[in-house]
């Protein structure tokens, strides 16, 4: 899994860069604000302790990313997401202490569409790409006679394959359907309950054009020369 991971961020930055050469970062190029909703799944068993039997898809990731279209058919992601794995609280005769873990994925990439997002479809459906550091906290907190907070950072890295389709609202707001899976390396301890974090998501996401597109602009201007005449 290790391997394969810093094999997908290794790709991640390749396709990264070749979609910023085949466009430029001009005023004719628009971005996205992006907020994501999504589920996920883990692929591995518990094997050490038997935690009990988890549903699938039961814990949420929240995100935020920027899109940046580098051509009418690529643009190039940075998102960075949060997904609580466990938060208990535990009593006991020397008082009140809560452990809390989270996961944190850090994930540059690149989006492929099939439409043109210049164009009149209202429907672009896409294939992704992303990797980068993942971020694994482990909260303690004991509530005795003094107050105790402790964080244990631990650092790996993953990467994410998927795709979605993105649905125009008008012309600045769009809303997502995506689903794809995540590679991660093992964390070096556990983080919450396990080492290792890959598994399958689906989501939902809303997303706010901004910046200008002088194709679109260009393209409603020709159309109202042809109204006059």
């Known amino acids: 899994m290790k391997n394969l991971s810093i094999t997908l961020f290794v ?6 860069v070749e979609s910023a050469n085949a466009g430029h970062f001009g005023s004719n190029r628009q971005s996205m604000l ?7 799944d883990y692929n591995s068993n518990l094997n050490d302790v038997d935690f009990g039997n988890r549903s699938s898809f039961d ?9 940046h279209w ?7 992601t940075f998102s960075i997401a949060a997904m609580d794995v466990t938060d208990n609280v535990y009593y006991n005769e020397f008082g009140i202490y809560g452990t809390k873990s989270t996961i ?37 907190k004991d509530y005795g006679d003094v107050v105790y907070f402790e964080d244990d950072v631990y650092l790996t890295f993953g990467g994410y394959v998927g795709g979605g389709v993105d649905i125009m609202f008008g012309q600045r707001t769009t809303v997502g359907l995506q689903a794809g899976y995540n590679f991660y390396a093992d964390f070096s301890e556990y983080i919450g309950e396990r080492k290792n974090y890959s598994g399958a998501e689906i989501g939902l996401s809303l997303g706010f054009l901004f910046g200008n597109n002088n194709e679109q602009s260009s393209r409603r201007n020709s159309k109202k020369r042809v109204r006059k005449f």
């Open 11 to 16: 790709l991640t930055l390749f396709f990264s």
């Open 34 to 40: 992006e907020f994501s909703l999504s589920a996920r």
């Open 59 to 67: 814990n949420a990731k929240f995100s935020i990313g920027v899109n």
């Open 70 to 76: 580098t051509t009418a058919f690529s643009a190039m």
């Open 104 to 140: 944190v994925p850090m994930f540059f990439g690149s989006r492929f569409y099939m439409t043109d997002i210049n164009g009149v479809m209202p429907i672009n459906p896409y294939f992704a790409i992303s990797g980068g550091p993942v971020l694994g906290v482990n909260n303690y």
